[in-house]
């Protein structure tokens, strides 16, 4: 299987083409899969306040022997820690947790607008970032005009904005102003969880032609987009599964069918509205 490739962020650093997500693992099995992960493979590593298991990640990359200059480690600000100060102080939380010197990439979680402090927020990443304690940061779930507003009153432009991306909602539009801006697009639930995704026609039919499986199809039409997204599987042979699909190119014609599928958003939560504390 070929190693994961990187790609140089805004600025400056090596972000791995594809991630593995940590979301609801958890607990002893969690660590074990996260442990799998990384000999599979993996150099990125999302995790997040929310999700409650940043202990198990620590613990992971402490057992999996991998020096530590070698992974990427994300976490995130969640909606209750908005602030300055509150940011800074939700970085030492997490790096505590952990049981590291530093972050590799610090997002904010959601924008949380009715609260109203992103861009304090962001001036607070900002400030983690020149303490040391992260060494890129980035957000989540904003728009356009979300992202404007932080370049626009902070003169700095996240390095990454992960959102929900997957065919069913390819984001074309915001992937436009992503590259426009220098910001690399991160995909989560890139496999449209819960959903009919895999079982669709031209995905079976690609992976025929590409002797491939329909999840490596999806995960394939990712990467040529320029987007590096983070599965999520406890399985071993899935994570490996999962990284394997460097070895196959899709065709521009292949991308577009599977682009086509557009149907948007899968569960409706749109960052003008939705809250997450």
């Known amino acids: 299987m070929r190693p994961i490739p990187t790609v140089t962020l805004n600025d400056g650093t090596a972000f791995p083409e594809l ?11 969690g660590v074990d899969s996260i442990v799998a992960a990384i000999e599979n493979g993996y150099r990125l590593l999302d995790t997040a306040v929310n999700y409650d298991n940043e202990r198990e990640v620590g613990e992971a990359i402490r057992r ?15 909606g209750r820690h908005h602030g300055r100060e509150q940011a800074v102080d939700s970085v030492k939380g997490s790096l505590d947790l952990l049981g590291l010197d530093r972050l590799d990439l610090e997002l904010i979680h959601w924008p949380n607008p009715s609260v109203g402090r992103y861009v304090e927020t962001w001036e607070g990443l900002i400030r983690a970032r020149e303490l040391g304690m992260v060494r890129s940061i980035g957000v989540s779930n904003f728009t356009e005009p979300m992202l404007t507003e932080l370049i626009d009153r902070t003169g700095v432009t996240p390095a990454v904005n992960q959102v929900e991306m997957h065919p069913y909602f390819p984001q074309q539009a915001l992937r436009a102003f992503h590259a426009e801006h220098g910001i690399r697009t991160e995909s989560w639930s890139p496999l449209g969880k819960r959903s009919e ?24 039409w990712h990467t040529q987009l320029d987007t590096t997204p983070i599965p999520k599987s406890a399985d071993p042979d899935r994570q490996r599964e999962n990284a394997d699909v460097f070895g196959f190119t899709l065709t521009d014609d292949q991308l577009a069918a599977v682009s086509a599928l557009e149907r948007g958003r899968l569960w409706g939560a749109h960052p003008d509205t939705h809250e997450e504390m």
Do not use: N, W
């Not at 991630?19 to 099995?29: A, D, I, K």
């Not at 999996?64 to 969640?78: A, F, H, N, Y």
């Not at 992976?207 to 329909?214: K, L, R």
């Open 19 to 29: 991630g593995f997500g940590t979301y609801e693992l958890r607990g002893p099995e």
């Open 64 to 78: 999996s022997g991998v020096p530590r200059d070698e992974l990427v480690i994300t976490s995130k600000v969640p």
């Open 197 to 220: 995704l895999l079982t669709e026609q031209i995905l079976r039919e690609l992976a025929v032609v590409h002797d491939a499986t329909p999840t490596q199809i999806v995960l394939r």
